[in-house]
């Protein structure tokens, strides 16, 4: 049996404060993927991050399209997918796959794999439990800018709680209470969006959702070191 993981790297962690690119968190994110001996397939889907919003914002203006507005979040996801192919070198496959032939392809060169979007109406999200459910991977590591999945939005109730363990159903009820009109727009596809979780519900893919802030959780989860961290969603 083949072990296979996936890792989305949030477009939140690709840039700084001032919208710099972040190449010190790319690097140590890099060096910690690059010799790994334990997983037969290593992809990682990167998200869009401030960039793709200040594209999207732009093109809302211009037209009410939001399909032209995914199709520009799908673009700079995988102009960021790029910058981690760049910083891997000859560990990663030089492509950034477009479609699941094309990451089929890429799959069995055995090298780590970097992909972005997909296909309008979903988030990078979405498209990291695609490619889990596509390779049986053994487990989805989500890395954000949020310390896992709240019961309620942590940014605007000071007591919100962080939830360690969710299953399928749960997560469902919990996105059902927190959606609003903006959950389906492009670029505001919430941390875990109805595609998602539609996704997810037939997969049986374990999710865990980290904080990528800082990478320390990540190398813990990383090296399976037993760590109560984030949020683990499983059936
Ligand atoms: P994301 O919103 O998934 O990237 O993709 P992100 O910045 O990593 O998100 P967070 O901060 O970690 O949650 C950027 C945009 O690209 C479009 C959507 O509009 C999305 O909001 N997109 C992405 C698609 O339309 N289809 C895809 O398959 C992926």
Not at 67 to 92: H, P, Q, T, W, Y
Not at 95 to 109: C, D, G, H, N, R
Request: hydrophobic share 40%.
């Amino acid at each position: 049996m083949t072990k296979n993981i996936v890792i989305k790297f949030g477009g939140s962690l690709l840039f700084s404060e001032g919208g710099t690119i972040n190449y010190k968190k790319i690097t140590e994110f890099c060096d910690l993927i690059k010799n790994d001996k334990n997983y037969d397939s290593i992809v990682i889907v990167c998200g869009g991050g401030k960039i793709a919003r200040q594209y999207i914002k732009a093109i809302r203006e211009f037209t009410e399209n939001e399909i032209l507005c995914d199709m520009i979040g799908i673009d700079i996801s995988r102009i960021n997918s790029r910058l981690i192919v760049a910083n891997m070198k000859e560990f990663a496959y030089p492509q950034v796959p477009e479609s699941f032939e094309e990451l089929s392809k890429a799959i069995i060169t055995s090298k780590i794999v970097v992909m972005g979007g997909l296909q309008p109406g979903q988030s990078t999200t979405s498209v990291a439990i695609q490619v889990a459910e596509f390779l049986k991977a053994a487990r989805l590591i989500i890395l954000t800018d949020v310390d896992g999945i709240y019961d309620k939005d942590p940014k605007v109730f000071d007591d919100a709680k962080l939830l360690r363990e969710l299953n399928y159903d749960s997560l469902q009820k919990i996105i059902l209470e927190m959606s609003e009109d903006t959950q389906a727009a492009a670029g505001e596809y919430r941390i875990f969006d109805a595609v998602s979780l539609q996704i997810l519900k037939r997969s049986n893919v374990v999710v865990s959702i980290i904080s990528g802030s800082n990478l320390d959780q990540f190398k813990k989860l990383w090296n399976n070191e037993k760590v109560n961290v984030g949020t683990t969603i499983t059936k």
